[in-house]
C-alpha cells in the first residue's frame, strides 16, 4: 500500500541553527499537508501543498513539493525554542478515498536554547 | 470560538471493560475521524464517517466501533480493551469533499488500560 516515509526521525540542534524534514511518498500524491504536534499536545495543521515545485514561506518555515509530487520538505531557518515538537507531513493519495490520508512517522525537533 | 472538544481528557480502564471516548465539534463539518496515536508514532487512521457514512481502515480491529448520532458528535467503542490499546486518541474533522481539506484535531483522549 501506500506509504509515506519521513526522515530524520529525531533531529537536535542549537538555538539559532536550521532545520530540515523530508518526506517522500512510494506514489503520487494529490497534495500534502504538514502539522505540527507540541509536546503532549495534538497535531495542528500548518500548511498544504497542492501544485508540482510548489514552495511556500511562513516566517521562518519554507515549505516545498517536489516536481513529481511524491516528495516534500520542511525548512526552519534559525531555530527557536519555539519550534520544539513533532513536524508531521501527510499526504493524500491519487485514489480519491475520503479518508485517505497518510501520515509519516514524523520528525521529532529538540532545540537547545 | 469553534472547536473540537473531546471528552475526557484521561481515561483509565480495565482490560476488557467496555470503553467510549466522544468527540463533539462546533465547525459543523461534514467528516469526522478517529485516530490512534501510540508514543512517539504517528496517527493511524482507524475509521472516519462522511456524514452518516461509515468507513473503516481495512486494518482497524474489530474491537473499535464508532457511532455518530449527529453531525456534531461522534464516539469510539472501544468493546474489550486489551493492553496494547492504551494510546492517545484523536478526533478531527474537516469540510465535506475533497482530499484538500484542512484536518482540525481534538486535544485528544489518552487511553491507559490496566
Known amino acids: 500500500g501506500q506509504q509515506v516515509m519521513q526522515i530524520p526521525q529525531y533531529q537536535h540542534v542549537q538555538e539559532g541553527e536550521d532545520f530540515t524534514t523530508y518526506c517522500n511518498s512510494s506514489?503520487?500524491?494529490?497534495?500534502i499537508q504538514w502539522y505540527k504536534q507540541r509536546p503532549g499536545g495534538h497535531p495542528v495543521f500548518l500548511i498544504q501543498l497542492v501544485k508540482s515545485g510548489e514552495v511556500k514561506k511562513q516566517k521562518r518555515l519554507t515549505f516545498q513539493f517536489g516536481e513529481a509530487k511524491k516528495n516534500s520538505s520542511l525548512h526552519i531557518t534559525a531555530t527557536q525554542t519555539t519550534d520544539v515538537g513533532t513536524y508531521f507531513c501527510?499526504?493524500?493519495?491519487?485514489?480519491?478515498?475520503?479518508?485517505?490520508?497518510?501520515f509519516g512517522k514524523g520528525t521529532k525537533l529538540s532545540v537547545k536554547p | 470560538d469553534a472547536m473540537v472538544i473531546q471528552n475526557p481528557r484521561y481515561q483509565v480502564t480495565q482490560f476488557g471493560k467496555p470503553v467510549t471516548l466522544s468527540c463533539s465539534q462546533t465547525?459543523?463539518?461534514?467528516?469526522m475521524y478517529w485516530y490512534q496515536q501510540k508514543s512517539s508514532q504517528a496517527p493511524k487512521l482507524l475509521f472516519h464517517?462522511?456524514?452518516?457514512?461509515?468507513?473503516n481502515e481495512a486494518d482497524t480491529p474489530d474491537n473499535f466501533q464508532s457511532r455518530r448520532p449527529n453531525t456534531s458528535f461522534c464516539f469510539l467503542d472501544i468493546r474489550s480493551p486489551g493492553l496494547g490499546d492504551a494510546a492517545m486518541y484523536l478526533c478531527a474533522t474537516s469540510t465535506a469533499g475533497p482530499q484538500s481539506h484542512t484536518q482540525y484535531f481534538g486535544p485528544g483522549t489518552r487511553l491507559t488500560v490496566l
Open positions: 501527510a499526504g493524500w493519495g491519487d485514489g480519491g478515498s475520503q479518508g485517505n490520508l497518510i
Open positions: 465547525l459543523n463539518h461534514n467528516v
Open positions: 506514489t503520487t500524491l494529490s497534495n
Open positions: 464517517y462522511y456524514d452518516k457514512d461509515f468507513n
